[in-house]
């Protein structure tokens, strides 16, 4: 058990892995930029998940607010930020509900002010959407 709570933190990329081979999985359009506007996630059914960020300068230091809408009943739970590009530690952000939109706010892991990708997976009920995006200094 010791072994398996060390991998998790010193590769938190292996959450997100494993969440994606046994949860259905859709994932933003390589074109789409959050740092310029909402993303939207497609999952082969049709249901939309989309993921606005602000402020959309995407500082490291700054807090950001991640707002969630989700076409049909699905729930979202919370929304998961890890780098891409540099292991860091994993931060799950509990989303609130304000009528259709859920929203949550929290800081990127960083130790590094250098730029950076990083992963916005966002937990719903049976599934997953997944988001990147590029942080600056």
Known sequence: M??????LVAFPDLVSRFRQRVNPYAAMPPECDLG????TATFPDGQE???RVSPQSLRHQDPLTLTVQVEGRAQP???ELQGADMPMGLVKLPLNADHDLWSATGHLPACSTERMQWRA???LDDRVAGFTFWSVR
């Open 77 to 79: 739970q919370s929304v």
């Open 36 to 39: 310029s506007g909402a993303c």
């Open 2 to 7: 010791a072994l398996l709570g060390l991998s």
């Open 49 to 51: 998940v989309v993921l």
């Open 121 to 123: 997976d966002v937990i």
